[in-house]
């Protein structure tokens, strides 16, 4: 049994958001006003309404929102105790992370004579920043505080903006739909945490966190809501034209290589034909994850539908034989599986994407291979854009160079999420979070209200701190 600490929220909880709320409050009238696309006194007297940057995006941005709120709210409810505590955390952490992320990413990315200008955009760069958090979440879900959550928020958003740019704009790599930032960097930052926050307790599992019918149920709905809006996911940053048209193709395709994969794989592995629910709920998803890294390259339909195959593949055998080694041998409790449907299929799309620089041919970019590399363009001090319309002419760096910076990033962003995450995850293993004991994790009743339950502790007597009404045939 683990030790038992308080696990009222009251005070503690209030404190550290009405501070949060406060602080970013004061951060706002001081530093925060309005970008080029949102100021009304910087519009030219003959601006087009309909060119503004609002009409390029909100489809995109509302489509991320249902994605990140519904989708990854419903996919995390699939434990038959823990299905209110799942979509309420992640609606929490979503706002939270978002917040800080429109911070943490103003002032270093957006901040200039002293302001940090905001749109958007900004706050579609920062729900990226927010799905990273929820994805990490997935490693230790039950088995935490909403303090101790917000907690591994607060710490993940600057390392991830960190990851960001060190991978993207100090490696210049090139990964538009996230592979390597986001699924590869909330991956092993989740791992690290568990890693940190190891139970020996539940090293053999927990009866409450197995699923019911009705839990793995909305589960599956979120996992459809996610495949859905997945392309717009990909396609959010990619540069408008024949790039994000590649892009989402190449996403729907390697989305539906994925589903069709894991009903065969998981009729395949199972006793009479079978199919397991949690790889349907994962695995059609993975091949969104390892696309992001090649969404927009010339790897052709045929490539996508692959990748979609190999991906899906990993995610199925993961669950069924990583996992286990991974909780038992290594002490990484993985409570959603993130590192099946992030970790390797994000591994597999970083790989797909250097091999695929090394051996797609230039000419199959045409005059668009420097939109796709921008760090491949010659210096504009050197020679102009007429005389590198030939592929392969005077270029900054070459195609192996690229896949070499390729590697860097995904290298960077690995050790760097495990780390932070192992260090992450021994802060919040400080007393005064709130952090449940082995028996009450995976119940709702724990932390929230739940009508029609008897709030009482395990010997029968009335407790307003721990609150412990134990659910009955789990």
């Not at 539906?256 to 079978?274: D, H, P």
């Not at 199959?364 to 590399?373: A, E, I, K, M, S």
Request: with cysteine; charged share 10%; hydrophobic share 45%.
């Amino acid at each position: 049994m683990s030790k038992v600490f308080s696990t009222s929220l009251r005070c503690r909880l209030p404190v550290l958001l009405f501070f949060f709320q406060g602080a970013l409050l004061v951060l706002f009238v001081l530093f925060a006003t309005y970008d080029e696309h949102t100021d009304a006194a910087s519009q030219p007297p003959d601006a087009d309404p309909s060119a503004n940057q609002l009409y390029g995006i909100f489809s995109l941005f509302q489509d991320i929102q249902l994605m990140l709120l519904v989708g990854l709210g419903l996919l995390l409810a699939f434990m038959r105790g823990y299905g209110i505590s799942a979509v309420a955390y992640n609606f929490l952490l979503a706002n939270f992370a978002t917040q800080w992320g429109l911070v943490v990413q103003g002032f270093v990315h957006y901040y200039h004579q002293g302001k940090v200008h905001l749109g958007l955009y900004n706050v579609l760069t920062a729900e990226f920043a927010a799905i990273t958090v929820v994805i990490s979440v997935g490693a230790i879900l039950g088995r935490t505080s909403s303090l101790q959550l917000l907690l591994m928020a607060l710490c993940e958003v600057p390392l991830y903006v960190a990851c960001e740019w060190l991978t993207v704009s100090h490696f210049r790599a090139v990964d538009v739909g996230g592979t390597i930032t986001l699924h590869v960097f909330a991956c092993y930052f989740g791992l690290g945490v568990s890693f940190a926050l190891y139970r020996p307790g539940l090293r053999r599992g927990h009866p409450k966190e197995s699923p019911s019918y009705l839990s793995d149920l909305l589960s599956l709905v979120g996992t459809m809501i996610l495949w859905v809006f997945w392309p717009s996911f990909i396609a959010s940053l990619v540069q408008e034209g024949d790039a994000q048209h590649r892009a989402v193709l190449h996403t729907w395709l390697t989305l539906s290589a994925s589903a069709l994969t894991s009903f065969a794989t998981s009729s395949l592995l199972e006793k009479k034909g079978k199919l397991t629910l949690s790889h349907l709920q994962n695995a059609t998803l993975a091949g969104g994850v390892a696309i992001g890294a090649v969404a927009d390259m010339a790897i052709t339909p045929a490539g996508a539908f692959a990748l979609g195959i190999l991906s899906s593949l990993a995610c199925i055998l993961g669950f069924k034989y990583v996992t286990p080694f991974l909780a038992t041998k290594i002490r990484f409790q993985d409570q959603c599986g993130i590192h099946n449907l992030h970790g390797l299929p994000g591994l597999i799309g970083a790989v797909g994407g250097m091999a695929a620089i090394l051996l797609i041919p230039d000419e199959n970019y045409g005059l668009r291979l420097y939109q796709v590399f921008p760090p491949r363009a010659p210096p504009l001090d050197n020679v102009t854009t007429a005389e590198v319309t030939s592929a392969g002419q005077e270029l900054g760096r070459t195609a192996s160079q690229q896949a070499l910076y390729q590697a860097a990033g995904l290298g960077s962003s690995f050790v760097l999420s495990l780390v932070g995450g192992y260090l992450t995850g021994l802060v919040m293993r400080l007393p005064f979070l709130a952090q449940p004991p082995d028996e009450l994790c995976f119940d709702d009743s724990l932390y929230f209200k739940i009508q029609g339950l008897t709030e009482t502790s395990p010997t029968g007597q009335a407790s307003e701190d721990l609150q412990l009404p134990l659910k009955e045939n789990v």
